[in-house]
């Protein structure tokens, strides 16, 4: 059983920037992947982006390329990280963290252990 606990969510302008973080405990698995999924208001859970349990694998949702970076502690692989620039008011979600025993998927179904998420709401 793995247990993931996020953090770093808050309130921030348009084009302002948040980092958040996620922190995996309990069973270690030798091959992992590690995923953000957002959920807005009235909306499914989408993906977000997910990293490989090396770092050297990700994939971004076409919504956050090139804003969204996803990264695994270079010390602690248990921690990963995903930094968000320039947010948009459609970036407002609860943002989960999701554990996969295999391989990197855009798919929730692929990944067995969620966190509880952390708000992120980005307003003027």
């Known amino acids: 059983q793995v247990q993931l606990v996020e953090s770093g969510g808050g309130l921030v302008q348009p084009g302002g920037s948040l980092r958040l973080s996620c922190v995996a405990s309990?069973?270690?698995?030798?091959?992992?992947?590690m995923a953000w999924f957002r959920q807005a208001p009235g909306k499914e859970r989408e993906f977000v982006a997910a990293?490989?349990?090396?770092?050297?694998?990700?994939?971004y949702a076409d919504a956050v390329k090139g804003r969204f970076t996803i990264s695994r502690d270079r010390v602690r692989d248990n921690i990963v990280f995903l930094q968000m620039n320039t947010l948009k008011p459609e970036d407002t979600a609860v943002y989960y963290c999701?554990?996969?025993?295999?391989?990197?998927?855009?798919?929730?179904?692929?990944?067995?252990?969620w966190g509880q998420g952390t708000q992120v709401t980005v307003s003027s």
């Open positions: 990293v490989s349990w090396s770092g050297g694998s990700t994939v």
């Open positions: 309990g069973r270690a698995y030798s091959s992992n992947a």
């Open positions: 999701g554990y996969s025993t295999t391989y990197v998927s855009l798919e929730s179904a692929n990944y067995g252990s």
